[in-house]
């Protein structure tokens, strides 16, 4: 008898660990304020996120503040884009892109080539030799070219001059220290509104032009459902702006994510449905970085891009 008691002990024991629920997987969202991380707050406002996650939404104030964050591992997803995963995934893979966030569409442009309303450029043809504001290095400066020479302009045809900040690109485009910037969406709305001219938008390329949710690949490794689950929730948050914009105004506005001069005014875009960026996307983005210096070889496309995780 003796030994029955502590041997019933121990059972019980066990029969309560098993019976304790599994506590929740922490997901550190970092966000930039920036219109493609809307789905990630109606998931939240609309309590899309199931229990079996515990997600925390974390604002950043710039792409290297988020690099710098995702690098030190204090965040498990993030929105951006494939010149990004590049840079991430150059030594070796450290970030999965599982989903298109944004991506530009006939109807509406994620990137403008606008002139400054002091200059004469009226069309793509009078950027021949015109420096073009951009920040270096990134996915404005891999749209920019890619753009003018879809259009016709030759690689030696086309200058740029590095503008980090978007707040100093448009300013100088106003002043007409620039004569030509690419300001992303809805940013450009507001150049516009200030005098600014449309000469080009990725809506006649729209192939060239997409951000991504990436994930820490580590995480990816550890939690794959919680990757999956992560993701049911923002296709159904996808699914009601896509359906009713207009009730998104406010969140607009909350999170800062359009101009306090758009409020009202702006058109909320089409969001995609569950996809991941092409192989000839990656690919076309390798071949731009490659030619830069960013990456020392081309990337193969299945070890950064993963369709796994969608919704079936």
Request: aromatic share 8%.
């Amino acid at each position: 008898m003796k030994r029955v008691f502590p041997l019933i002990l121990i059972l019980l024991l066990s029969s309560c660990t098993l019976l304790r629920p599994a506590q929740p997987v922490t997901v550190r969202v970092g966000v930039l304020p920036i219109l493609d991380v809307l789905p990630i707050y109606v998931a939240e406002a609309q309590g899309y996120f199931p229990k079996s996650l515990k997600v925390e939404i974390i604002p950043v104030a710039s792409a290297a503040e988020r690099d710098q964050l995702m690098a030190a591992g204090q965040l498990d997803v993030i929105v951006n884009d494939l010149v990004s995963v590049a840079l991430y995934n150059r030594e070796k893979p450290q970030v999965v892109v599982v989903r298109t966030a944004r991506a530009a569409t006939p109807s509406f442009p994620q990137f403008y080539i606008l002139a400054s309303p002091k200059s004469d450029i009226q069309k793509v043809e009078d950027l021949r030799g015109v420096a073009i504001g951009i920040s270096e290095a990134t996915i404005i400066h891999y749209v920019t070219e890619r753009l003018l020479q879809a259009e016709g302009l030759k690689p030696e045809e086309i200058k740029w001059v590095p503008v980090p900040r978007i707040p100093d690109r448009m300013a100088a485009l106003a002043s007409g220290d620039l004569k030509a910037a690419t300001i992303p969406d809805p940013l450009a709305l507001l150049a516009m509104q200030q005098g600014a001219r449309l000469i080009l938008d990725d809506s006649r390329h729209p192939q060239y032009s997409l951000s991504v949710y990436s994930f820490r690949k580590a995480f990816v490794q550890e939690h794959p459902e919680a990757v999956r689950a992560f993701l049911a929730a923002i296709e159904k948050a996808v699914k009601d702006v896509n359906s009713d914009k207009a009730k998104w105004a406010g969140l607009l506005v909350e999170k800062k994510l359009v101009p306090p001069a758009l409020t009202g005014s702006y058109a909320i875009p089409d969001f995609p449905p569950a996809s991941v960026p092409g192989k000839d996307q990656w690919e076309d983005v390798m071949k731009w970085a490659l030619e830069k210096g960013l990456i020392s070889s081309l990337l193969p496309y299945e070890e950064s891009v993963k369709a796994d995780f969608l919704p079936r």
